[in-house]
């Protein structure tokens, strides 16, 4: 799998989208984008991003989003097939495989950076429109979020169900940022239900309804937790 057939995993692949864009100079801009994030490695895909540097179409923060999971090594087909097949599975310990698959780890130790750019892609990703890299960029936050917390409240030990148990413990600094990503989430990404996001889609569902719903996200990321 190549940079190209990651960016189509979006289901809004650009060259779908650069109708959207408005003026010829803006198409430009996106089809130059795209051309330097195909010939990128993890360590010059942000930099693809300049490109598009004043433009806030849909294929503008689609290049955007996926620059973001490319400097993550996303482009490697071994590492998102990994993640995409624990998707497949059930329960609590499904999540945490695809979560520490997905859990963005390019500034190494770093955990704060880590979650900085996860938060950054999953706002990109969210604008994009693609309803799949909102859910891969949701679920990369989580995990990113889980081991910042755990860095800094727990040691950072442990794997990332360990993590997941102080986020749980030590949640109150993200835990609403963290449910209304999740709300946000399920009502863009889970109104169709199928192999790829059931997972996480049926956990979202009961996070949300044992929070009473959608008005308190706080409650529904600390519902979303005590399933783990």
Not at 84 to 93: F, K, L
Not at 113 to 119: D, E, H
């Amino acid at each position: 799998m190549n940079k190209k057939s990651f960016i189509a995993l979006s289901s809004m692949v650009v060259l779908a989208i650069l109708s959207g864009c408005g003026q010829k100079k803006d198409v430009d801009k996106i089809a130059e984008a795209q051309s330097c994030l195909d010939a990128s490695t993890a360590a010059t895909a942000v930099a693809c991003m300049e490109k598009v540097d004043g433009l806030s179409t849909e294929a503008s923060y689609l290049i955007r989003c996926s620059a973001m999971f490319v400097q993550e090594g996303f482009s490697n087909p071994t590492k998102l097939a990994q993640a995409v097949n624990n998707m497949r599975g059930t329960g609590a310990s499904s999540s945490a495989s695809v979560m520490s698959v997905l859990a963005f780890s390019y500034a190494g130790t770093d955990q704060t950076t880590n979650y900085a750019n996860a938060t950054a892609a999953s706002n990109y990703c969210s604008l994009s429109g693609s309803k799949g890299l909102i859910m891969l960029a949701t679920i990369s936050k989580l995990a990113s979020a889980a081991n910042y917390v755990n860095s800094a409240n727990c040691g950072g030990a442990g794997d990332m169900t360990a993590a997941l148990t102080c986020l749980k413990n030590n949640s109150t600094a993200v835990s609403s940022d963290l449910g209304t990503v999740m709300i946000t989430t399920y009502q863009a990404s889970c109104a169709t239900v199928n192999d790829s996001n059931k997972l996480f889609c049926d956990q979202f569902s009961t996070a949300i309804t044992n929070a009473g719903g959608t008005s308190n996200p706080s409650a529904v990321a600390n519902a979303f937790l005590n399933q783990f």
